[in-house]
């Protein structure tokens, strides 16, 4: 029986948050937890997938029948939906999609809990993407739409500078390993955010686009080549209130941290998922003592 194996990886938006789907430069970085899918083929007529979590537990499961693309059985109807949005739409890149095969299964593992916010969607998507060898910010717009930030982390290997121009992905790789980096630590916020929910929200705003993409870019250019830690938070205080103020919110530091003594940046989507956190060794008790245990550091977290 022939095996394909696809990997990619996790992603973080170290700045341009909301701005990015409005073409504003943004850096992302990939992290060092992704997901794999591997497809075994057999002649069953069906493609039987399976979803493992990191703790080895199937939490998704579904059967499909081949060529129809129609669902047979599953655990969960929501997810089983998402993943024939994504085979149909690839079919019409690709119409021999899934259309010769003769059956076979499917087993996705993450290498990080899904309630991270790491991106279990985009990394999937990616690997549907070389599967059905079909451009996967095609994919992406035809299906679930968003910047495509992710999509470009989750076949890098270094961190990105990342633009949407005309609605095509421009992508620059960079080096981001400050000399400061052992005081950059990681947080989950024990929550993950529902990132639809939150672009859905932000379109509804009502604002100067213009002005906020061009401020953020600049921002995203001095963050890129930041070399001292003062700097960096100003930085940060400066994105977070700029964001703050279009999405009439609090930053998340004045919401949950505010005596903390370092500075601190929500990482994508508001109100969920990690936050950067500059700090020190007393970092991860201040963290640890108000609930949110999960803190990983610079070399932890980032490919």
Request: hydrophobic fraction near 40%.
């Amino acid at each position: 029986m022939r095996k394909s194996r696809f990997y990619s990886n996790g992603k973080l938006l170290l700045s341009g948050e909301y701005a990015v789907l409005d073409g504003a430069l943004a850096l992302a970085i990939p992290t060092k937890f992704g997901q794999s899918l591997e497809i075994t083929e057999n002649t069953s007529g069906q493609l039987s997938w399976k979803s493992y979590d990191t703790d080895s537990s199937c939490w998704f499961q579904a059967v499909f029948s081949l060529p129809q693309l129609e669902l047979i059985s599953t655990t969960n109807s929501a997810a089983a939906e998402r993943l024939l949005t994504i085979f149909r739409v690839a079919r019409t890149y690709n119409p021999k999609f899934l259309l010769t095969q003769t059956g076979g299964t499917v087993e996705t593992r993450t290498t990080f809990p899904r309630d991270w916010g790491l991106g279990t969607s985009s990394t999937l998507l990616n690997n549907i993407a070389e599967w059905a060898s079909v451009d996967p910010y095609a994919l992406l717009e035809a299906s679930f739409g968003g910047s495509g930030y992710d999509i470009a982390c989750a076949s890098h290997d270094t961190a990105i500078l990342y633009q949407r121009e005309d609605g095509k992905p421009q992508i620059e790789e960079i080096t981001f390993a400050p000399t400061f980096k052992e005081q950059l630590f990681f947080v989950y916020l024990n929550q993950k955010q529902n990132s639809r929910a939150a672009i859905a929200a932000y379109n509804r705003k009502d604002f100067d686009k213009t002005r906020f993409t061009t401020e953020i870019s600049a921002l995203t250019r001095q963050f890129a080549s930041v070399n001292t830690l003062d700097t960096f938070e100003e930085l940060i205080a400066h994105h977070e209130d700029r964001v703050a103020a279009v999405l009439d919110l609090p930053p998340v530091k004045q919401q949950l941290f505010s005596d903390y003594f370092g500075a601190i940046k929500s990482l994508g989507a508001w109100g969920g998922d990690f936050v950067l956190a500059t700090g020190n060794e007393k970092t991860p008790d201040y963290f640890t003592a108000r609930g949110f245990s999960t803190i990983l550091s610079f070399e932890e977290m980032v490919l």
